[in-house]
């Protein structure tokens, strides 16, 4: 019998990334496409309303009341986390991809195919990262447009090789964000739900793991497209956004919610970049590729080639949706969505 699986994201982003990235996983085969929205998004509603194959869940008020007694978590992976549970408790399909709204999985064959073929005690499978770039000298037509890269082998450490003293710290990895992959999950497994894999069940703080060791491989032959910059500005955007929250949780009392110290550097470093005449152009060196970068990372077999079409997928199945996926229509609904961030940075 074919498996069933479905995806869910914790999401706030402009309608066309919605759509793209429900529309992708759809294409895939996904029987159910999951989303919850992190701040009240009423295209969202219009645009997939009466959707057999879209959930949407409002996380306001009242949803993280019935959650949590304190109400909503300040720090998105307490939300992201809190989210995947409630899915994950009361799911009806047999595995479950969760992922952000930027990162779409890419596998080379059919989905279910490779999830029937998983023995009994598989508990998970691992999906491996693929970041998208800018080549050197690309002017995107769309948001999509562009080349990948992937993280480097285990032990291994090229990132000064390729980038050079001034930017790899903030690239240690190859990448500029994670390269840890996230998981397909199968439903009913005894265990703790993170961000990017699920654990041993935790009983407590500081106490051991309990339970059976869960059973992973990697997902055979796919990869996961990280848009982690559709657009320059979409970067800096996320950075200082995730800044801004960090801020705010040192100065309650608490652990800041990041603590890798790759993304910590490129915090700072967009920090820093908002006292200059255009931040937007002083992060996209993280994202944007030399031709001596591009000819090492081909070299050391760190770039694929993946085919993706999101905003061609997103067309097919919603024609009747007005989308403009190019970088300036993409950049004018972030500055409206993101003003408050972009103000209190002073980000003209």
Known sequence: MRPTWMVQATVNEPLELLVSFVAHHLDLGADLVHLHLDHPHPEAHEAFKGHPKVKLTDCDE?????????????????????????VYDT????????CDADEYLAPREEVAAILARQ???????LIPVAEKVLPPGLQPATVFDGAFRTGQPKGADYALEIYGPDLAPMLERVVAAHDVGKSIVRRGVDCTLRTHMPLQ???????PPTGPKLTWAWMPDAWLAHYDALTPLYYLVKLLARHLVN?????SGKRTGQRHPSREEQMVFAVAACAQANPVEVTE?????TPQSMAALRRRGLLVD??????????KHFPDLTLDFTPEAFDRALRVKHAATLATMGVA
């Open 285 to 289: 060196v993280l994202h944007r590729l």
């Open 119 to 125: 023995p009994a005690r598989m508990d998970y499978l």
């Open 62 to 86: 009242a949803y993280w009341k019935r959650l949590f007694p304190r109400g909503r978590p300040p720090g998105l992976p307490g939300r992201q986390q809190a989210n995947y549970r409630q």
């Open 247 to 251: 801020k705010a949780i040192l100065e």
């Open 91 to 98: 799911m009806q399909q047999d595995w479950v991809l969760f």
């Open 201 to 207: 069940v935790t009983p407590g703080t500081g106490l």
């Open 306 to 315: 993946l085919a993706l079409a999101p905003d061609q997928t997103a067309r």
